[in-house]
């Protein structure tokens, strides 16, 4: 079992970038695939991004591309997402996620794929 801690959450001007980090415990966060997904008021939770085990495989939402980037650190255990160009549309609350099965693109922005999620970060864009 992996637990997943979300932080870098906040408000920021349209626009502007925010860094949102995920720390999972355990000696196993190689082992996982990760995604991003994020729920605003009164939505269903969506896809926003995922990286495989190796740091390949990386997938975006297209609402995101070209202005996220997913990455991961081994080392912290960590797994990022920079956001850049933010939109109002941006605000929700964000949740990491890890996926402990078989990585696959085409089944990467499923919340069905994901058995571990952290307990989300508010991000509130401004116009």
């Known amino acids: 079992q992996v637990q997943l801690i979300e932080s870098g959450g906040g408000l920021v001007q349209a626009g502007g970038s925010l860094r949102l980090s995920c720390a999972a415990s355990?000696?196993?966060?190689?082992?996982?695939?990760m995604g991003w997904f994020r729920q605003a008021p009164g939505k269903e939770r969506e896809f926003v991004g995922s990286?495989?085990?190796?740091?390949?495989?990386?997938v975006y939402a297209d609402s995101v591309k070209g202005r996220f980037t997913i990455s991961r650190d081994y080392g912290k255990n960590t797994v990022y997402l920079q956001m850049n160009s933010m939109k109002s549309e941006d605000t929700a609350v964000y949740y990491c996620?890890?996926?402990?099965?078989?990585?696959?693109?085409?089944?990467?922005?499923?919340?069905?794929?994901?058995?571990?999620w952290g307990q989300g970060t508010q991000v509130t864009v401004s116009s």
């Open positions: 355990g000696r196993t966060f190689g082992t996982y695939a």
């Open positions: 996620a890890a996926n402990p099965g078989l990585y696959s693109t085409s089944r990467a922005t499923m919340r069905s794929e994901y058995k571990y």
């Open positions: 990286i495989a085990r190796n740091g390949g495989f990386i």
